[in-house]
């Protein structure tokens, strides 16, 4: 069993009160790592270390806090393999999305925001009467406490803390109390790669009592939090309750998934196949709202049904294996009851809808990709987001009718349409309230490129040039040019 401390200051160490708990393999609810659990104390003594540290680091090149990243990217190369499989572990995701997603792109991350680091540019700003030469400049916020979930833990972590970092800010990052494993490891990576003291602050522990003292703490300058919708609308309130604090909230959400009548329908079913059994459902960006055109439902449909039927559940580790475990019990009974008041609300069960129990899966808290039809967009199934492989499928004649259905929903974080014509995509794209929409492809998310949602989903982003300049401040500079000082009372 791993033993994780709290990283604060480039030390290892134990809570103040010396609390711990304990991290949980879903898919075997076995226990595979101790965490110590960080009280308020111990956020102030992260966040102390973090101060004293950014007057220095923000100082330095931003060269030189680029080359210290692409350091600790080098190191995270060489420990792939170990964090992929504590990633898979950790989360109950399968070892293959680990290798191929999760690890991959925290790297990318690391590397890319390193490397945009360098290239941060003022702007000079011509004023219409000559007298002043004023140029704006960006300047780190400060202190950035990071609050990450449980189902990308070093992918979101990485996407977040880098552009901080290189920016000159200084990172108190909070994990998951579920899954805390490779984000504690990153302390290690950093310790190797030759970060300064303070520069990175490690605070495991659960979100009402660590995430509360980050979100009120009066030192922290900007907070940027990836999770819940209720949990976010507590960001947002707790935040300003001692300074004023920048927020970034990246929340849940509902995608509706749009597949036209002259759509390729093999293609299209395998990527709305993806877009809502991806970790097992369990993404803000999912494609659990299907709609689809009535001239093409039932081979649609027809195709749907074999697929996911096709699909190998089993132990995450297994290169194999296709669908790993929900996260906890508790989530794999919340995913359950949904389907459950689905059914009674009137839908019906085209597949799945019940925990997977055949061994090796039957000690792990795995849930069958569920398929429910006979759906109104106004049932509950169809407006909250289940966090689950549930996926919802509606008919629909005209488009219009499909576009006003996608955006009738409190979230709007990805929408997906899919059509053979190029207009159709234009359009449609240009109606849909999101803020990603994926034409022709699905749930397809890259570094370079802004990340985020409108709504509910929350705003802000995360990834590429955006990314970057979110845990940036602007400061305009006026610069008085003109021969004779201004006077404007004509005094003497």
């Not at 069993?1 to 708990?21: A, C, H, T």
């Not at 898919?27 to 966040?47: H, M, P, Q």
């Not at 170990?82 to 680990?98: F, H, M, N």
């Not at 003291?197 to 990836?226: C, K, Q, R, W, Y």
Request: net charge negative.
């Amino acid at each position: 069993m791993k033993q994780l401390k709290l990283f604060i200051n480039n030390e290892w160490v134990n809570s103040k009160d010396s609390k711990s708990s304990e991290s949980i393999n879903p898919s075997t609810n076995e226990i595979i790592a101790e965490f110590a659990l960080a009280g308020k104390k111990d956020i102030d003594r992260a966040v102390k270390a973090a101060r004293k540290a950014f007057n220095k680091w923000s100082e330095i090149t931003p060269d030189k806090r680029a080359d210290q990243l692409l350091c600790a990217a080098e190191i995270m190369k060489k420990r792939f393999k170990e964090l992929a499989k504590w990633e898979s572990r950790d989360v109950g995701k399968t070892i293959y999305e680990a290798e191929n997603v999760d690890i991959p792109f925290a790297i990318r991350a690391m590397e890319y925001f390193a490397n945009l680091g360098r290239e941060v540019k003022g702007e000079v700003i011509p004023t219409p009467d000559n007298l002043t030469h004023d140029y704006m400049t960006y300047e780190p916020y400060g202190i950035i406490g990071v609050i990450i979930p449980w189902n990308y833990p070093l992918h979101i972590a990485t996407i977040t803390i880098a552009p901080a970092l290189v920016t000159g800010n200084t990172v108190v990052l909070k994990p998951s109390s579920l899954a805390p494993v490779t984000c504690t490891i990153l302390g290690e990576i950093f310790l190797e790669a030759g970060f300064p003291e303070g520069v990175l602050n490690i605070v495991t522990g659960t979100g009402d009592t660590a995430g509360e003292a980050i979100l009120t703490h009066p030192d922290i300058d900007m907070v940027s939090f990836t999770g819940s919708l209720e949990v976010g609308r507590r960001v947002v309130q707790a935040s300003s309750e001692s300074n004023l604090k920048k927020v970034v909230l990246e929340l849940g959400g509902k995608g509706p998934f749009i597949a036209e009548s002259d759509c390729n329908i093999n293609a299209a079913v395998n990527s709305l196949i993806t877009g809502y059994v991806l970790t097992q459902g369990q993404c803000c960006c999912a494609s659990t709202r299907a709609y689809i055109q009535e001239n093409i439902y039932d081979e649609f449909m027809d195709r749907l049904l074999k697929k996911i039927d096709s699909l190998k559940i089993g132990d995450p580790l297994n290169q194999s294996t296709q669908v790993g475990s929900l996260i906890s019990e508790s989530q794999l009974n919340k995913v359950d009851a949904y389907v459950k008041r689905a059914v009674r609300d009137g839908a019906k069960l085209a597949y799945g809808g019940k925990k997977y129990i055949v061994p090796p899966c039957d000690k792990g808290n795995y849930y069958e990709p569920t398929i429910l039809t006979n759906v109104e967009n106004s049932m509950e199934c169809c407006q909250e987001e289940i966090f689950g492989p549930v996926l919802v499928v509606l008919k629909y004649k005209d488009l219009n009718q499909a576009i006003a259905m996608a955006n009738d929903n409190e979230y709007a974080l990805g929408a997906t349409i899919w059509s053979e014509n190029v207009k159709t995509l234009y359009w449609t794209a240009k109606k849909l309230n999101s803020g990603i929409v994926w034409m022709n492809t699905n749930v397809m998310s890259k570094i370079e490129t802004p990340y985020g949602g409108n709504n509910n989903s929350g705003y802000g982003r995360v990834g590429g040039t955006f990314g970057i300049m979110e845990f940036l401040k602007v400061k305009n500079n006026v610069l008085f040019i003109n021969e004779e000082y201004d006077n404007y009372y004509n005094l003497d």
